[in-house]
């Protein structure tokens, strides 16, 4: 029996206007530019071989690392949150590389032009060794800030029969319909990503961004 009335936390804190986030890590892969990285990484197709190229995410000493990283090799994969920061700055609607030319709702895709600069990467992890996770699967800018580390769980993290929107109508990644990761659709001018912000042409050339995985 409880004999206390149950605790209400709402009104302890103030809502916070601004969320700090500081950088436990950085991401180290071969990718260089947005041009080349891939999208949904450890997807394969007929036309699509899985991008799985070694990478590494390194935690800074301050995190603990010997202590921290225990126990996180017996799992698979990971999930990674980083912070996009070569993008700065987000639209409402989106144009996503794949299927039809419609622009689609930014918080329906998974466009990196979100108003919060946040990524979410899960990757196969091979090993821990000391600072350092190496991995397979990353669709991240070589020199990503990693802000968490997380375990993928299949039993609570895996939903393979739920449904997926508008993504459900679209061919299979790898399809001749569905263009490789890094082959910029007709009609995009030079440099601009195929999921970039529907904004005017001249703000839109020159679109950076950490990652090019977006639905």
């Known amino acids: 029996m409880r004999r206390k009335p149950p605790a209400d936390y709402t009104d302890s804190v103030d809502f916070p206007v601004e969320v700090m986030a500081r950088p436990i890590g950085v991401v180290r892969s071969p990718y260089k530019e947005r041009y080349g990285t891939p999208r949904q990484a450890p997807v394969r197709g007929s036309h699509r071989p899985a991008a799985m190229e070694p990478a590494q995410v390194v935690l800074f000493d301050e995190y603990k690392p010997e202590l921290s990283l225990r126990d996180l090799d017996g799992f698979a994969r990971v999930w990674l949150i980083t912070a996009l920061h070569l993008n700065d700055r987000w639209a409402p609607l989106v144009r996503p590389p794949r299927g039809s030319k419609r622009r689609r709702g930014v918080f329906s895709t998974r466009s990196p032009h979100h108003p ?6 899960a990757v196969v992890l091979e090993r821990v060794e000391g ?6 699967g990353v669709d991240l800018i070589d020199g990503t800030p990693v802000l968490d580390i997380k375990p993928y769980v299949a039993y609570c993290d895996a939903f393979p029969d739920s449904r997926s929107g508008w993504v459900d109508a679209l061919p299979e990644p790898g399809d001749a319909a569905d263009r490789p990761s890094g082959t910029p659709r007709p009609g995009t001018q030079p440099g ?6 529907v904004e005017p042409a001249e703000s839109q050339a020159d679109a950076t961004e950490n990652r090019g995985t977006s639905s």
């Open 131 to 136: 600072n350092t996770l190496h991995l397979r």
């Open 116 to 121: 919060n600069q946040i990524g979410l990467s």
């Open 192 to 197: 601009q990503r195929p999921d970039a912000p």
